[in-house]
C-alpha cells in the first residue's frame, strides 16, 4: 500500500520560499504520476505541478516560472519548491500519486497525503 506524507509547510511573507516534501513509500510501479494539488477554503481543489517516471513535469499557468516540482528516486521524496510566493498562494497543499503515466497534471489520483498547509501573507 502506498502512503505519502508531506512536510515543509508555514507561515511566509509574499515574496518569500518554502520547500515542500513528500515521503512516498509502497510506490512499486516503474510507470506513474506524482503530483502536488492545492485547495484553499471554499475553492475547488487544483493541480500545481506534475512530474512522471519519466521526469517530465507540467505546471498550472498560476505558478510557472515560480515553482518547481521535483522527485529524488533514491529518496522517494518528491518536491517542490516555491519562490516568488503571493497571498493567493495560501492554500492546504497536497502530494499524489497514481500508476501510469499520462496527462499526470489533470489525471486523476488513488493515492493522498494528508496535507500541509502553506500560508502567505502580504
Known amino acids: 500500500q502506498e502512503q505519502l506524507v508531506e512536510s515543509g509547510g508555514g507561515s511566509v511573507q509574499a515574496g518569500g520560499s518554502l520547500r515542500l516534501s513528500c515521503l512516498d513509500s509502497?510506490?512499486?510501479?516503474?510507470?506513474?504520476?506524482m503530483g502536488w494539488f492545492r485547495q484553499a477554503p471554499g475553492k475547488e481543489r487544483e493541480g500545481v505541478a506534475a512530474?512522471?517516471?519519466?521526469?517530465?513535469?507540467s505546471y498550472a499557468d498560476s505558478v510557472k516560472g515560480r515553482f518547481t516540482i521535483s522527485k529524488d528516486n533514491a529518496k522517494n521524496t518528491l518536491y517542490l519548491r516555491m519562490n516568488s510566493l503571493k497571498p493567493e498562494d495560501t492554500a492546504m497543499y497536497y502530494c499524489?500519486?497514481?500508476?501510469?503515466?499520462?496527462?499526470?497534471?489533470?489525471?486523476?489520483?488513488?493515492?493522498w497525503g494528508q496535507g500541509t498547509q502553506v500560508t502567505v501573507s502580504s
Open positions: 512530474i512522471d517516471s519519466d521526469g517530465t513535469t
Open positions: 499524489a500519486a497514481e500508476p501510469g503515466r499520462a496527462n499526470c497534471l489533470n489525471n486523476e489520483y488513488s493515492y
Open positions: 509502497g510506490n512499486t510501479y516503474s510507470n506513474y504520476c
